[in-house]
């Protein structure tokens, strides 16, 4: 069965650093693009990064581009999104989620991390 | 980037009448070598991630019931509840995955009238 898994929200301050992780298994996940999504309170959904099957490409939202880098290590079966210069506005729950390959949807999508952002 | 925008914000429906929501995309999203619209429809509900409905604007997502359907081409899209029923209460959104940054609209919250 396939299973999205994400770990590592919390509650920080502005300025802050934080790395989530999406565990994934039921798929080869080695040949998916893989995504973050992210939902502020009371907002909807708002694309955040791709990352090619095989890590060479990886693409951002205006919002988060120099800030956010996402990774991942397919030995591992793992994603990853490492935040910098955290601000009030990134707080959101966090979404993982599968393309099939190249340009398609998202197929499948993880439960979210809630990331606070707050003095 | 391009913007998608949905039409309504909100929708309350009777059960068993038909929903309809719009989408429009800022540039088409019909892409010619192959025909295809990279359009996609979502469902999300509270405390739970979203769900894929429709993928190529018009292909039903395996398991979703044949009462949603995607129509439309190029910048105008339109997904239809042919009878609601009582568990399609939930935000729907449209995302084009033409080109990236993948873009979103903003929602449409669908409740029972």
């Known amino acids: 069965q396939m299973q999205l898994v994400e770990s590592g929200g919390g509650v920080l301050q502005p300025g802050g650093s934080l790395r989530l992780s999406c565990a994934a298994s039921?798929?080869?996940?080695?040949?998916?693009?893989m995504h973050w999504v992210r939902q502020a309170p009371g907002k909807g959904l708002e694309w955040v990064a791709l990352i090619r099957y095989d890590g060479t490409n990886k693409y951002y939202a205006d919002s988060v581009q120099g800030r956010f880098t996402i990774s991942r290590d397919n030995s591992k079966n793992t994603l990853y999104l490492q935040m910098n210069s955290l601000r009030a506005e990134d707080t959101a729950v966090y979404y993982c989620?599968?393309?099939?390959?190249?340009?398609?949807?998202?197929?499948?999508w993880g439960q979210g991390t809630l990331v606070t952002v707050s003095s | 980037d391009i913007v998608m925008t949905q039409s309504p914000d909100s929708l309350a429906v009777s059960l068993g009448e038909r929903a309809t929501i719009n989408c429009k995309s800022s540039?088409?999203?019909?892409?010619?070598?192959?025909?295809?619209?990279?359009l996609a429809w979502y469902q999300h509900k509270p405390g739970q991630p979203p769900k894929l409905l429709i993928y190529w604007a018009s292909t039903r997502e395996s398991g979703v019931p044949d009462r949603f359907s995607g129509s439309g081409s190029a910048t105008d899209f339109t997904l239809t509840i042919s009878s609601l029923q009582a568990e399609d209460v939930a935000v729907y959104y449209c995302?084009?995955?033409?080109?990236?940054?993948?873009?979103f609209g903003q929602g449409t919250k669908l409740e029972i009238k």
């Open positions: 039921g798929f080869t996940f080695s040949a998916n693009g």
């Open positions: 540039q088409s999203v019909l892409y010619s070598s192959n025909n295809k619209n990279y």
């Open positions: 995302q084009q995955y033409y080109g990236t940054p993948y873009t």
């Open positions: 989620a599968k393309d099939s390959s190249g340009y398609s949807p998202l197929d499948y």
